[in-house]
């Protein structure tokens, strides 16, 4: 994985970096590199992880080893250049606040004081709203809309900043089929016309295995990555859950399936591993 | 006096000229910030604020000292320990503020009877906990207005932020917004203006015009600057109109014993909620899934 980008192209370095949350080690020795234009999947069931990596490259986490290197080492604040989408909002469906309103603070929503209305503003926010497909909706409420279009908004509001990664945390978690494909798709286009990166989080890999460059499988707090077909390997898998895991294609679907009568390790949740690659919700 | 003739003699009446200012300040505060208290899903921390308001007016009361400051330093203390205490831990803040809150209304009690027992001033109770806002003292007004206009601005300033932080903590975090330092400071600007409003209209009555126009303007208007523009118009509007009928009511049965006017400012908060209620605005459902099959982007 190493080697394709100089370090000055590198949007995002991970160096063997772990986490301890509340006294546990939530992640180990997790290495990864974020070039320009790819499309990474963060895959892994409940639990593995793949918030805490999201996190980390945000700084809401603090790292306890390992060195984390934004851009570079050219910028220290990542505020602008890293658009988050976080994997749910909890407001009020009554809450004032419109589509075009949550665009608007995707621009500005830190500064102090009150934007002035002007033509150029309005016209960015419609265009905005046009790339992902939901200027139709834009003086809806945001807690009137369903979760793929909400979820459209969200990356409408990280994208008015213009930033050259986009980090997704489960985007497709709770989508029905057609809301999921049409976010995936919506990503593609993006990665492929925008030059953006995406750094998309989700426990299926289904969804996203014809769109990614690369895949990073996260497990029990450790991250194995490259393409698809290096990583989704039994043998691979294994190492990385610490117990036998088989990889079974069906129907052009990826399933992950732990052997029975496997040792229970603790650092991993038979229950959830028995099969990750399920079919819908 | 028939009530035409005191009508007419209203604009120079001092107390009501004291009365528009003060009401129409501590409406224009409360209502403003309530809109952002619904926003936030803290209108339950301004109602717990208004009761131990209700404990610091008392106080103030029976040390003789103005109750403003009796409900801002009570009020302010309170924001304070709330949000010490944790106010994202939502089930035990519940059960927490629910004690505190009865042990302030407790407290609000003793300080009223004594203060009953050692002063001549009979009414102090009403004035507390249901507000005056013809007897307010002239020399008291400046404070009002300095700590509304502070208030006011302090939210007109950080509107943005708070949207943002509403919306999603994470994304204000990650945005560079201090979610924490904006928390307090819009805690301290709730403390502030239900403290005015429990000047105006009563410690126990002052959530009235927290969040009953930020309610109404939440169902007329869609876009947060709009929705604080109704909030103001119906708070300004129902407590001014409130005075007028307040004042007027003094023609009304039992005759030369006025009604009290936060019974006015109440009800005219709570009248064009209920009109809205009766004429529902259609939620356009219907769009979401009508829409998002057409708004499919082609790969």
New interface residues.
């Given amino acids: 994985m190493a080697g394709a980008f100089t370090p000055a192209e590198e949007l995002v370095r991970l160096d063997q970096v772990s986490v301890r949350l509340d006294g546990r080690e939530v992640l180990r020795s997790v290495s990864l590199v974020i070039g320009p234009g790819e499309f990474i999947g963060l895959i892994g069931p409940n639990g593995a992880g793949k918030t805490t990596i999201i996190r980390a490259i ?3 986490v603090p790292i306890s080893r390992g060195s984390l290197v934004i851009e570079g080492g050219t910028r220290r ?3 602008r250049s ?1 658009g ?1 989408v ?1 994997q749910k ?1 909890v ?2 469906p ?5 589509v ?3 665009v608007s ?1 995707g621009l ?8 002035l209305p002007s033509r150029a503003r309005r016209e960015l926010i419609r265009e905005t709203l046009a790339s ?3 200027d ?2 834009a ?4 807690g ?3 979760g ?2 909400q979820q ?1 908004v969200l990356i409408a ?1 990280a994208l008015i900043a213009r930033p050259r990664l986009l980090l997704l945390d489960e985007p497709l978690a709770n989508l029905d089929l ?2 999921e ?2 976010v995936v ?2 990503l ?2 993006l990665v492929r016309e925008q030059r953006i990166s995406v750094l998309i989080s989700a426990h299926d890999m289904n969804p996203l295995v014809p769109v990614m460059d690369r895949i990073v499988y996260v497990a029990g707090g450790r991250a194995a990555s490259g393409r698809a077909e290096e990583v989704v390997r039994s043998d691979v898998l294994t190492e990385l859950y610490g117990h036998h895991v088989d990889v079974i294609r069906v129907h052009d679907r990826i399933l992950v399936v732990a052997s029975p009568g496997v040792e229970e390790h603790t650092t991993t949740q038979p229950a959830e591993l028995s099969v990750i690659g399920r079919a819908g919700a | 006096m028939g009530w035409l003739s005191l009508l007419a003699s209203l604009p120079s009446n001092e107390a009501v000229r004291t009365a528009v200012l003060v009401g129409g300040i501590a409406a224009a505060t409360s209502s403003a910030v309530g809109v952002f208290a619904v926003i936030r899903g803290q209108s339950f921390a301004g109602h717990a604020l208004a009761d131990l308001a209700a404990t610091g007016g008392s106080g103030a009361f029976l040390l003789g000292v103005n109750q403003f400051w009796g409900f801002v330093a009570v009020a302010v203390g309170a924001a304070g320990f709330m949000e010490a205490a944790g106010v994202e831990r939502r089930r035990g803040r519940d059960v927490a503020t629910g004690i505190v809150q009865g042990a302030g209304l407790g407290l609000a009690a003793l300080f009223l009877y004594l203060a009953a027992q050692t002063t001549t001033r009979t009414g102090a109770t009403f004035t507390v906990l249901f507000g005056s806002m013809f007897t307010i003292d002239p020399s008291g007004i400046p404070p009002l207005l300095g700590a509304g206009s502070v208030a006011l601005s302090t939210i007109l300033v950080l509107s943005r932020v708070l949207l943002l932080s509403a919306l999603s903590p994470e994304l204000a975090t990650v945005r560079g917004v201090p979610v924490r330092a904006v928390s307090i400071s819009y805690l301290i600007v709730l403390a502030m203006s239900v403290a005015l409003s429990a000047v105006a209209i009563g410690a126990v009555l002052s959530t009235a015009l927290l969040v009953g126009p930020a309610a109404t303007a939440l169902r007329v208007a869609r876009g947060p600057i709009q929705a604080m523009a109704a909030a103001v118009a119906i708070a300004v509007g129902a407590t001014w109109l409130g005075i007028v009928l307040a004042y007027v009511s003094y023609a009304w049965p039992p005759l030369g014993h006025g009604w009290p006017v936060s019974f006015f400012v109440v009800t005219l908060v709570v009248l064009p909620y209920a009109l809205t209620h009766m004429f529902r605005r259609p939620r356009p459902r219907a769009l979401s899934t009508a829409q998002s099959s057409a708004s499919v982007p082609q790969p």
């Fill in positions: 945000l700084g809401l604040r990542r505020d890293f988050y976080p909002l407001i009020d009554d809450a004032p606040l419109r075009r309103d949550v603070l500005d929503g830190h500064r102090l004081g009150f934007p992902v497909g939901a139709r909706y003086d809806a409420r945001i009137e809309l369903s793929g279009e459209r509001h057609r809301s494909q049409s798709s919506l593609a286009r």
